[in-house]
């Protein structure tokens, strides 16, 4: 007889694990032995983008099948991962950099196997938002994360109002061609002040700046925008 924690299944079908695999955000060094370990014995690597994902595991000669996980695609495939994971399979779910779950759709399949069941098990590493804040010089007791805001200007200006008011120090994702924007709603919201603002974070031309708002606008008009941001307020 199962018990609370388990499904009814034969008792020669055991039902396989979700590993939650945190990768590099950057720099392919930046991972655990534990994260190596786990993608070079399961069964299946669910990735949100196979061909990136595969950079990272030619570095570390890891041969395992892979399968993407896309959001277009996202109810077809995770039946596919349920069923393979209800079959007894191990399956590795990666994003294209950092946690999964965290801005990407790994954790609608993260809930259907909590509705199913199925164990999950952590293998914790780099994030993004985490490595942004710790060197930010913003507090860090009390944060929000909002990763990206929306890409129309009245409401984002709104979101970035509901933020100023809370008063915790707000984290916020941001692609190239949409910073500038993001930089100028942010000065007619909370006027001009300091940020912190991380590009490229672990790679190459990793950029680090610690200042008013209309001093990031000035730096990147100037010399062009290239890379992934992360800002925090």
Do not use: W
Not at 14 to 26: E, F, N
């Amino acid at each position: 007889m199962p018990n609370d924690n388990q499904t009814s299944k034969p008792a020669n079908q055991p039902t396989g694990k979700l590993y939650v695999v945190s990768t590099p955000i950057g720099n392919l060094a930046d991972i655990t032995l534990r994260a190596i370990e786990t993608l070079k014995t399961v069964d299946l690597i669910a990735a949100e983008d196979t061909r990136h994902t595969k950079i990272l595991l030619d570095r570390y000669g890891i041969t395992k099948p892979t399968t993407s996980y896309f959001q277009h695609s996202k109810i077809q495939k995770v039946e596919y991962l349920i069923g393979q994971l209800k079959e007894g399979k191990s399956i590795a779910l990666v994003s294209d950099a950092g946690t999964p779950g965290i801005s990407d759709p790994g954790y609608k399949i993260i809930r259907l196997c909590i509705d199913n069941n199925i164990p999950i098990i952590p293998i914790p590493g780099p994030s993004g938002l985490i490595t942004a804040l710790t060197i930010s010089g913003k507090p860090t007791d009390k944060f929000t994360f909002e990763g990206f805001l929306s890409n129309k200007s009245g409401r984002r200006q709104n979101q970035l109002k509901k933020l100023r008011d809370e008063g915790r120090t707000a984290v916020l994702y941001e692609a190239p061609h949409r910073i500038m924007k993001l930089l100028e709603d942010i000065l007619a919201v909370y006027g001009d002040v300091e940020i912190a603002l991380g590009r490229e974070l672990t790679k190459k031309f990793e950029e680090i700046r610690r200042e008013k708002v209309s001093a990031s606008i000035e730096h990147f008009k100037s010399k062009g925008v290239k890379g992934e941001f992360i800002v925090l307020i």
